[in-house]
């Protein structure tokens, strides 16, 4: 148990924060400690009962299937990619902006009417994660196809509308809007060579975030991480490659 813990530890905090609370969530429901239904957003129960606790549950309430695996796998994939290359020793800077995106997550969903925000986030940080990259980078839809990185989000998409319908797809699609956001705003439309956006010196986390995660020493200075990119012709002699699955969306009611 103590090393399994230990193991826990290395994963880094926002990312940490962002699986359990995914495991908890979604396990609560599937084991029917939770009903499901005290766990969604219903914008009429947090604005005029104050059942705030549903604003946090439902980004993390997932599709309680198999696929769910998936999911869960690529959330922490995408996650830890961001916070240890892009955001690295800057933690809560990504907190911060995590913070801002999940509240426009909210907002853009309203006209939506949805029920739950997890496939927006996971969307908005798979368009993120693939907007860095550098150029040439490939990946596979659960290894049956290989992309490059770039079009990955839109195979996304298109699966959601596949499988889930056009209900899914338009909540997908609110999340990538809200990733390329995130990605224009903050870093300028770079690929993660630092971060040059229009809004990038609003995007620091406040001081008593930094403190709480203990970066007292003010915000560092962004390195890129070392990357060797071969062109896709010359991939079988060691391009970078990045691995996904897919998961399956949740739904729940008819909206």
Sequence with gaps: MAEILAEIRKIPAVTRFLVGSSVGVTLSAALNIVSPYT????????TKRWQLWRLYTSFFLGSMR????????MLYRNSNNLETMYYEGRSSDY??????????????????????????????LTYLTCALAPPGTQTS???LITLPVAYFPYAMLSM????????????SVSG??????????????????GERGPLASYARA???????FRERGGARAFHRAGYH????????????????????????GGS
């Design 39 to 46: 766990l969604v957003y219903i914008n009429e129960l947090v």
């Design 66 to 73: 198999l696929d769910y695996v998936f999911e869960l796998a």
């Design 95 to 124: 907190a911060w902006q995590l913070f801002i995106a999940c509240i426009t997550i909210i907002l853009a969903n309203r006209p939506l009417h949805s029920w739950d925000h997890h496939r927006p986030l996971f969307h908005a």
């Design 141 to 143: 839809v659960m290894g």
């Design 160 to 171: 959601d509308l596949l499988t889930n319908g056009l209900n899914s797809a338009a909540q």
């Design 176 to 193: 990538m809007i809200v990733g390329h956001l995130w990605w224009w705003l903050v870093w300028g439309a770079g690929t993660g060579a």
């Design 206 to 212: 406040p001081h008593w975030l930094r403190d709480l």
């Design 229 to 252: 990119v071969v062109p896709p012709r010359q991939q079988d002699s060691g391009a970078r490659s990045t691995g996904h699955r897919w998961g399956g969306g949740h739904r729940l």
